[in-house]
């Protein structure tokens, strides 16, 4: 494994490459995966049993569908880096949820400010897209974008990935 940042952000669309390529960042060496998706559904069911295949046996798991920031401070230590995957889902959780999503970041920043090991965090970047037609999401394309503003703003390194191709927006030594 190379040496990774304090914090990377992944960003690309759905199906874009983004979890194999920051997977990739680990180099098979020891992590966590925090995961914010939950299978409430057969599909999601499957999307997730795919993302764990994939992985393989390697990587230990934490499921946390609401209170990443907690999560992740509880879990951050130099010597095992965090893959979270992913704020998307993280953010829809929150919204079905009725939590103050920004609450929930202003949080989140301060734990990614000075995390104790490095984290590479995933997001969707879904505002390159159509304008959803409903108020609902609307506002959920309008919260995506500002947690992805506030989260690139504090990672060191930012990487958006397109066709399975990334491009570093960001590199910061």
Known sequence: MTTLPPTTLVLGGARSGKSAYAE????GASALYLATGQALDGEMAERIDHHRRRRGLGWSTLEEPLDLADSLDNVLRPDRPVLVDCLTMWISNLMHAGR???RALDHLCQVLAEPAGPVV????EVGMGLVPDTSLGRQFRDHQGRVNQRVAQIARRVVFVAAGLPLVLKEQA
């Not at 965090?121 to 969707?124: A, D, K, P, W």
């Open 24 to 27: 990739s960042l680990f180099g």
């Open 121 to 124: 965090l995933v997001s969707n």
């Open 100 to 102: 103050d999503l920004d």
